[in-house]
């Protein structure tokens, strides 16, 4: 062979080489950072939900979201007549033990192959309905769930043996009319943050941004990412620990495990400049009993509720600072106990302009203050009430001093870091001349 033959058969070789690592490098996906999901308000129910894709033909639904749930459950047709790649995660397996806490097991149904909702000796747990307490326990399984970057071209990415439960319909009583079930953001190992967290080796870290009524759409974001205004400042303003509540495994009411639940360690609260004389024991968690007490954050309670010896100190300061505005209090509208002539209340860039009501956390300096638009609800054309409500006591089971509601965590940003055990959060981006379907991430 001449040296020349030899040096065009290595120049080929050269080159079918570049090609096939340019091939290579194109057709392969960037390591993504974070992922993307829409959050949309219901104006009938004041719930919140966002959008997913699932199964290896996609079907596409929406699922309200808790914050504090374990997991994805759902019942529908069109899933279940598209799918071809759902799998039950079967019992007694490694990967039972990991989703589940206990060694739970459903054998009522024999197919062949497996249909959702139809399965044999298959992982089970309790999935629950927020809003009306109904539990279902049924079967888990697995399919492909399509999932969205935040960065570049936002690319679609797959996670594949996505856990989830197909549940029974009797689950989706009360559930906003467009929606076909729920999806957990909790502190469990098969929530969305955790499964995606794991494949893509992100951060255990999300943010939430939930919208107003016509205010656009939210959003969700489960990865790092950093959260800016036009400024290129950080709207992230204030951290707080995470408080983990130990306290019971059992059912709280409508709102279910305590233990994958978020909390925070609320110390105090204000009313302008006036700190509430309070029952300081209601505000921590009672972890040598059932976990009673302390505050938690859920996007399942429309509005803030506060157990009655905290929720009537909170009216009667709120009402006497109102007074001294020369704000008129009308006949209240239930379930709020305050309510207001709207014609003596001057709007501001911050909604009706009243006393405003921070939530003072491990010292002075570190508060969530609520203004006019987080803490005054609109009922009439004349009338607004103070958009805090009593809460119920929980007859079978803890029962939780403070639930922060999602009407005042509306256009707020708020981040819940897992890797640190921090949670985050911005002043009303009203301050910003922004809201949550305009913020840059």
Not at 309 to 327: D, G, M, Q, S, T
Request: charged share 15%.
């Amino acid at each position: 062979m001449s040296p020349s033959t030899l040096s065009i058969i290595l120049y080929s070789l050269l080159i079918m080489l570049l090609s096939s690592y340019n091939s290579n490098a194109q057709t392969t996906p960037p390591k993504p950072q974070s992922f993307y999901f829409p959050i949309k308000k219901d104006a009938t129910t004041n719930q919140y939900y966002t959008t997913i894709q699932i199964g290896s033909k996609p079907t596409t639904l929406d699922v309200v979201i808790d914050l504090g749930g374990k997991f994805l459950y759902f019942y529908s047709d069109d899933y279940s007549n598209a799918t071809s790649s759902y799998r039950p995660i079967p019992c007694g397996t490694r990967k039972c033990r990991t989703v589940v806490d206990t060694d739970g097991c459903v054998v009522f149904c024999n197919t062949s192959p497996p249909a959702p909702g139809c399965t044999n000796n298959t992982c089970a747990d309790y999935a629950l309905n927020p809003f009306t307490g109904t539990q279902g326990y049924n079967g888990l399984g697995e399919d492909a769930l399509r999932v969205r970057s935040t960065r570049g071209s936002r690319r679609y990415y797959t996670v594949n043996n996505f856990p989830f439960q197909y549940s029974d319909p009797v689950l989706q009583d009360e559930l906003a009319s467009s929606t076909a079930g729920v999806i957990g953001l909790g502190r469990s190992k098969i929530s969305l943050p955790a499964q995606l967290s794991s494949p893509f080796k992100i951060r255990r870290k999300f943010a939430l941004c939930v919208p107003s009524s016509g205010g656009g759409n939210g959003n969700m974001i489960v990865g790092e990412t950093t959260y800016y205004e036009t400024s290129n400042k950080s709207l992230i303003s204030t951290t707080t620990p995470l408080v983990k509540n130990h306290g019971s495994k059992y059912n709280n009411g409508g709102l279910g495990n305590l233990t994958v639940e978020y909390f925070i360690g609320v110390r105090s609260i204000k009313v302008g400049s006036k700190t509430l004389s309070l029952n300081k024991t209601m505000l921590s968690i009672d972890e040598s009993n059932d976990g009673s007490g302390g505050t938690s954050i859920q996007t399942v309670r429309p509005y803030t509720t506060l157990q009655r010896p905290l929720y009537r100190a909170l009216v009667k300061e709120f009402v006497k600072a109102a007074r001294a505005k020369n704000i008129t209090r009308v006949k209240s509208v239930a379930p709020f106990g305050a309510c207001f002539d709207s014609k003596s209340v001057v709007s501001s860039k911050t909604g009706p302009q009243v006393p405003t009501i921070d939530f003072v956390m491990q010292k002075k300096s570190v508060y969530w203050r609520f203004y006019g638009s987080n803490s005054m609800v609109k009922v009439s054309k004349e009338v607004i009430c103070l958009a805090f409500v009593e809460g119920e006591i929980n007859l079978s089971g803890p029962t939780t001093s403070i639930e922060v509601g999602g009407y005042q965590m509306e256009n707020h940003l708020l981040e819940f870091d897992l890797s640190s055990y921090k949670f985050g959060f911005s002043s009303s981006l009203s301050l910003h001349d922004t809201t949550c379907s305009k913020f840059l991430s």
